[in-house]
Structures are given as structure tokens and as C-alpha cells.
């Protein structure tokens, strides 16, 4: 059911080539190219959108904006470093590093964080002292 609900737009398609991303995405590779890969939601409907060398865009950014503004407390951090979606798709690096990583997820190299788990003998920073090295003090106050 939920194959034909996916792929019912789609004439040439292998069931064993349509992915699991998580919940409600799956990847289903292109019938004319396979360097191109389509995205589908099934919370927002069928949707073609390419992924690929040129990093084409979502057709349906507007829905993910919406849905990203109507996210919860817990991702408050990560809204707040990239509160507009489509700027982060067009400008924003192709590649996570591993210490970007780290500060969009607050999770890390932080004093704070390392205290906490018993991995740091206190949450000062080491850099300038402050009294709370987190990803915040790192990002916008660390002198």
C-alpha cells in the first residue's frame, strides 16, 4: 500500500530501489538517471524532488519552513543558528564537519557538556575563564 502510495507516479520502478530515510522520507532513485535521486515525504505527499551534483532544491521548501517554525522546544538551538531553512539549502556548506556538528547539536568539546558526563574537572572555560564554557559562551561570547 504504502509502495503505491509512493510510487504510483512513477512507471518503471524496482520495489527493492525505493530506500527508507526515516518515519515518513524514502529515496527513490530516478527512472532516467542513476545519479538522481528523489526525496518523498509521506506526511506532505508525493514529491519529485531532485537531490543530486547541483543540489537542486525542495519543491516543497515553504512546507519545510513551516514545519521547522512549528518544532519544539528541543530544537530551539539549531533554530536559532538556522532560523531560514532555504538560505541554510543555498548558502550553507555541503559537508557537516565534525565541529559543526558539534555546535548545531550542542553536543561536544563544551566544558559544560564535558562536566557533565564527568569528562571535565569543572565547566570553566579554557580559553578565556568565563564561568560556563557551553555552545553558546563558544559560538557568540568566548573571547
Known amino acids: 500500500r504504502l509502495y503505491s502510495k509512493l510510487c504510483s507516479k512513477i512507471k518503471h520502478i524496482v520495489k527493492d530501489d525505493v530506500k527508507q530515510i526515516n518515519n515518513c522520507t524514502y529515496s527513490i532513485p530516478?527512472?532516467?538517471?542513476?545519479?538522481?535521486?528523489?526525496?518523498?515525504?509521506?506526511?506532505?505527499?508525493?514529491?519529485?524532488?531532485?537531490?543530486g551534483c547541483a543540489g537542486a532544491f525542495f519543491k516543497h521548501q515553504g512546507r519545510w519552513q513551516e514545519l521547522w517554525d512549528s518544532t519544539s522546544t528541543k530544537a530551539a538551538w539549531t533554530k536559532r543558528l538556522i532560523p531560514n531553512l532555504t538560505r541554510w539549502w543555498t548558502y550553507g556548506p555541503r559537508d557537516i564537519s565534525f565541529h559543526t556538528a558539534q555546535v548545531l547539536s550542542g553536543h561536544?568539546?563544551?566544558?559544560?557538556?564535558?562536566?557533565?558526563?564527568?569528562?571535565?574537572?569543572?565547566?570553566?572555560?579554557?580559553?578565556?575563564?568565563?564561568e560556563k564554557d557551553d555552545v553558546e559562551h563558544t559560538v557568540f561570547n568566548c573571547t
Not at 545519479?35 to 531532485?50: A, F, L, Q, R
Not at 557533565?116 to 580559553?127: L, M, Q, T
Request: aromatic share 8%; proline share 2%.
Open 30 to 51: 530516478s527512472e532516467s538517471s542513476p545519479n538522481i535521486v528523489y526525496i518523498t515525504n509521506t506526511e506532505m505527499g508525493i514529491c519529485s524532488c531532485k537531490i
Open 108 to 130: 561536544g568539546c563544551f566544558q559544560s557538556y564535558l562536566w557533565k558526563r564527568g569528562r571535565a574537572i569543572s565547566e570553566v572555560c579554557c580559553h578565556c575563564q568565563s
